[in-house]
């Protein structure tokens, strides 16, 4: 597990996965390129300005696994959705995508507000992290909205898009699973410390 952890500490590791991804995402469709090029990019902005490295050695595992695993998953999500593999799943494999995305901004966030994630108590992190998702959320829903809008294919239909209530609900699932996953983990480094 150490060896892995290693091959993940490094930035040519990082910079060959995230071209593949960028280039893969191509085929999926070009919004979701740029989806795969922020991800990335706050990833590449947190190691570089050394937020990241304030992370404790359990907390930079659970979160080099988030950024290595969600682009992953959501790529072939996203793939599924396009390609239409599993006829007439769309609405689930929407949902699943919103809910991945949710618990991973929640730990791909973790080096900017780890400090404020120390002094809360339990139930204010609750509450940051949930309205930290959710407003990313409808950040996202305004910004699918919009591509949606300007795009000759959908500009009809961009006003009865359904889904966007359901999304928003997902995020504060998704949310709320974040916020566990970092409350364990966090919590049992706190007791490995005592």
């Known amino acids: 597990m ?3 952890f290693n091959i993940l500490q490094s930035i040519w590791f990082w910079l060959f ?3 593949c991804l960028i280039l893969f995402s191509f085929t999926v469709f070009s919004t979701w390129v740029l989806m795969v090029g922020i991800w990335f990019g706050l990833f590449f902005i947190f ?7 304030k992370l404790s050695e359990q907390e930079q595992r659970i979160y080099l696994t988030t950024v290595l695993l969600y682009p992953l998953i ?5 793939w599924m959705i396009v390609k239409n593999i599993i ?3 769309w609405f689930w494999l929407n949902r699943l995508e919103h809910f991945s995305w949710a618990l991973a ?7 900017l507000y780890r400090d404020v994630w120390n002094i809360l108590n339990w139930w204010q992190n609750l509450i940051f992290v949930i309205g930290l998702i959710c407003t990313l959320g409808n950040l996202n829903e305004f910004l699918e909205y919009f591509l949606r809008s300007h795009s000759q294919n959908y500009r009809a239909l961009a006003a009865y898009y359904w889904d ?3 999304d928003m609900m997902i995020n504060i699932v998704g949310g709320f699973v974040g916020f566990v996953v970092l409350r364990w983990q966090t919590r049992s480094q706190i007791r490995s410390a005592q």
């Open 2 to 4: 150490t060896k892995i």
């Open 105 to 111: 901004v929640v730990i791909l966030f973790l080096p």
């Open 87 to 89: 006829p007439y799943s």
């Open 47 to 53: 190691r570089f300005t050394q937020l990241e490295a």
């Open 74 to 78: 959501e790529s072939w999500i996203k």
């Open 164 to 166: 966007t209530i359901y």
């Open 17 to 19: 996965l995230s071209t």
